[in-house]
């Protein structure tokens, strides 16, 4: 074989190929998108295996039999998905509210985890993760309908109906994942977005937080405070399994009841069957056997209870004001502060259908949802805009004096450096010693920059991040421009190589020796225009000789 035929050979080999997973490769074909909807709603199936592995060990510590295994884990998943249920011929819908969130959480960093694994995710893949999560999850809820269905003569619990069941699965679906999609593209979408949307958004985000914040410090608080009541309900477990579980029932309704708070703290009501409750007056009536149920109050508030409202405006006021620099114009400001009421608004109505329900014979749990809304929205609306548009002036009047004060320093700053780069020994006027006299500058004034704003650090930074700012400074050394003597009128434009390196020496003096170089120009002020008439480049001196200007 030839060299030839080798070579030939050798350029014939393909490159070996690069087999790329599958969540990374090109997004533009359809098999791409499925398997990003597949990798999406992994969680559905790794948490139904999870929940079939606890019943699983459940039954086998309890010494019961496993007939029962499919359907319990039927209604686990039912529960997970906040379906409501019936017991027997008893409605059961006030359900808990933590493993929803809990769920809802896993669905949204799986989400996001997948999106960051495809190259130039778009609309077409943050779609199909989310319709995979929520197909997913309808699938194994009308397999848990037909599993319930199937065992109902043995089992009493099944679904109330199942588009309940098929609607409340894919609402779960649809906000775990579609948060997920908003983590992984909020960056882009705060090009599009405006800036007071954007605002309101984080804005009502915090007054939600806060509100919810609150409500949860109040209800341990009351733990604490109602202890004996919550040790004889804990006491009705009799043994730890009992006791365990009545532990994990509250800490289940936990959020529910912090929900149902947060209501309260805008001067809402919330109710328990027969029983309700707000800042105002409270009603008696019969409450379940569980730990959580001691927390709520069975006599006439006090006065002081009256301050949660009290607390709800201080917390709306600041952080209003905190997030005032955000904004530029009065009318961006108010606009974002009543969208982040109109938010806490929602909120507050949907709380008694997300966190609400029918509690058997104990009657409706939920919120007065219209009058805590209302009171919601009036309340941070305008407690908020007044305070984010007060904030707004204070900080728009300290930005125009702070901008007042740096304009006149860098107008100081400039008049310093062209007398800096004046002849030394020669002031503005054409005077002798008037160097000296343009070093002299009002340095309090410049050094009490900002001294009328809050924030002096503002100006500062904006001085020295200012690229075009000519800012003379006196320990510098002076450049070769400012140290060299200008050209006197009738010198050449070009002096010989021998006489530049003769006199580049001023040029490099430092700092320390200015004054020497102004002594030397008060000794001789006529050599340069000496020298000028004797380097006329046309043989000629000067008709008209004028000393240095």
Do not use: C
């Not at 939920?366 to 209302?374: C, N, P, V």
């Not at 009490?448 to 400074?473: F, K, M, Q």
């Not at 320990?475 to 400012?482: E, L, M, V």
Request: proline share 7%.
């Amino acid at each position: 074989m030839g060299m030839s035929d080798r070579l030939s050979t050798v350029v014939s080999v393909s490159p070996p190929r690069v087999i790329r997973p599958a969540a990374r490769r090109s997004p533009a074909g359809a098999r791409s998108l499925l398997w990003t909807a597949a990798a999406a709603a992994l969680p559905v199936i790794v948490t139904v295996l999870v929940l079939a592995a606890l019943t699983l060990a459940g039954l086998v510590f309890t010494s019961d039999g496993f007939d029962s295994l499919f359907a319990v884990v039927a209604v686990e998943w039912l529960v997970l998905n906040r379906v409501p249920l019936v017991v027997d011929t008893i409605e059961l819908g006030f359900l808990p509210l933590l493993p929803p969130v809990l769920y809802a959480a896993v669905l949204a960093r799986q989400t996001r985890a997948v999106l960051a694994d495809v190259e130039q995710p778009g609309a077409r893949e943050a779609g199909a993760a989310v319709a995979g999560v929520t197909v997913a999850g309808l699938l194994l809820t009308g397999l848990a309908t037909l599993l319930v269905g199937s065992a109902a003569s043995d089992f009493a619990v099944r679904e109330s109906s199942l588009p309940s069941a098929l609607l409340w699965t894919a609402a779960v679906a649809i906000v775990g994942a579609g948060l997920g999609v908003w983590l992984y593209f909020r960056r882009d979408l705060r090009e599009v977005v405006p800036l007071w949307v954007r605002g309101g958004i984080h804005l009502g985000a915090a007054f939600v937080a806060a509100t919810w914040a609150v409500a949860t410090l109040l209800v341990l608080v009351g733990l604490v405070a109602a202890w004996e009541p919550v040790a004889t309900a804990l006491g009705i477990g009799k043994d730890l399994v009992g006791t365990a579980a009545l532990t994990a029932i509250s800490a289940a309704y936990l959020p529910n009841v912090v929900i149902g708070g947060a209501s309260l703290l805008v001067g809402g009501e919330a109710h328990l069957g027969e029983a309700s409750y707000s800042v105002f007056a409270v009603s008696r009536g019969p409450m379940p056997e569980v730990p959580l149920a001691a927390v709520l109050p069975t006599t006439t508030p006090h006065w002081a209870v009256q301050g949660l409202l009290l607390v709800t405006v201080v917390l709306a006021a600041a952080l209003a004001r905190s997030v005032a620099h955000w904004f530029r114009t009065t009318g961006d400001a108010v606009k974002a502060a009543w969208l982040a009421a109109a938010i806490v608004a929602l909120v507050i109505a949907l709380s008694p259908v997300v966190a609400g329900g029918e509690l058997g014979v104990l009657g409706t749990v939920g919120t007065g949802s219209l009058i805590a809304a209302g009171m919601g929205l009036v309340l941070f609306g305008i407690i908020g805009s007044a305070t984010i548009a007060l904030s707004l002036a204070g900080l728009t009047r300290r930005r125009e004096r702070a901008e007042s004060e740096l304009e006149r320093r860098r107008r100081r700053a400039g008049t310093m450096t062209d007398d800096v780069t004046a002849p030394a020994g020669v002031d503005a006027d054409g005077r002798p010693g008037g160097y000296d006299d343009a070093r002299k500058v009002d340095d309090d004034e410049i050094d009490h920059l900002g001294a009328d704003t809050d924030h002096p650090e503002d100006a500062s930074a904006d001085l020295d991040g200012a690229p075009d700012a000519d800012t003379a400074v006196d320990a510098d050394p002076p450049s070769g421009a400012a140290a060299e003597d200008p050209p006197v009128a009738g010198e050449p434009a070009e002096e010989p190589a021998e006489d530049a390196a003769e006199e580049s020496g001023p040029a490099e003096r430092p700092a320390g020796d200015t004054e020497e170089v102004a002594g030397d120009a008060r000794e001789a002020p006529e050599e340069p225009a000496e020298e000028a008439a004797e380097d006329d480049s046309a043989g000629l001196p000067d008709e008209n000789p004028r000393p240095a200007d």
